[in-house]
């Protein structure tokens, strides 16, 4: 008989949904979560309370019937963010975060922030207030190798960050190394997400062979030993560390290209992938909690009342290896071994 695993329904703590055709088009692979961090780089970005208001009904209007989501709206910080703005949007329940992207480190990250001064009043009231910061936690000086960009980036800034405002809720997002596991576990009101392919592939996987640019995201895939450190935080039991796919869907013909896009669409397997993760590390039952209690419980919001089954067969799942959308086609990750686990309700 095969097994079965039966879970509280989880929530991606960091997904990209993008807009228009690609928002409709990748909209029904994030069915297996209830609630989403959705990311604000679009262009332009959703950098206002009005911004989030409208890209939240966007979102909305373009669920299919019968999938029940809620996208939790983010604030994309700029050196302009007014932190009255800010702060109505949190009094009204509008957003339940705002994204650090220091410019140039990622995906439409240009109207990120260069000086850390200059957004130190919006830090401050958000602390007030207790609204979440999230991070994307690299450094863009380019003298820094790419590969100790997230290095660098905690000592340089995020940890003065922290010293000064240590009532800041923050979180770390998609965590690639062991400094960044071990800043996590020694910062007070600090959590991280990890993503799917972070937990699955090293540098290697990217390189060796030929440049796989289905597995070319940012932070990018780091040594082996980072791998194995996700590895042990995500399924530790670790409260501090929670899923969070960062799922970022790009036309295959982007991702194929003399100078291709930054991201892994995860979204339809990522739930199955995380069970495999933890089924191989012999930590099954400590699943639920890494995906779908401890991100609510940062976030102070009760956790999924519905539950979702999985199950593990002998023979290989079939993954489609992409999706149609109205943008083209975008390829679903697909780490080159077998998946034995799917989600059955």
Sequence with gaps: MPQTLTLRRP?????HLRDGAMLEGVLPAS???VRAIVMPNLVPPVATAADARAYRGRILAG???GQDFTPLMTLYLTEATDPDDVAAAAEEGLVAAVKLYPAGATTNSASGVRTIAKVMPVLERMAKVGLTLCVHGEVTDPDVDIFDREAVFLDRVLGPICAALPELRIVLEHVTTANGVQFVQETRNVGATLTVHHLILNRNHLLVGGVRPHFYCLPVVKRERHRQALVAAATGG????????DSAPHPQAAKEAACGCAGVFSAPVALAWTAQVF???????RLEGFASLHGPAFYGLAPNEARVTLERADEPVEVPA????????????????????RVID
């Design 11 to 15: 929530d991606d703590w960091h997904l």
């Design 322 to 341: 992409a999706i149609q959308t109205g943008a083209g086609p975008v390829v679903v990750f697909d780490p080159g071994r077998p998946l034995h686990w």
């Design 279 to 285: 089924e191989e590390a012999g930590a099954l039952d």
């Design 63 to 65: 669920l299919p019937s």
């Design 238 to 245: 670790d409260t501090r560390f929670f899923l969070g796919t």
């Design 31 to 33: 069915r297996h979560f």
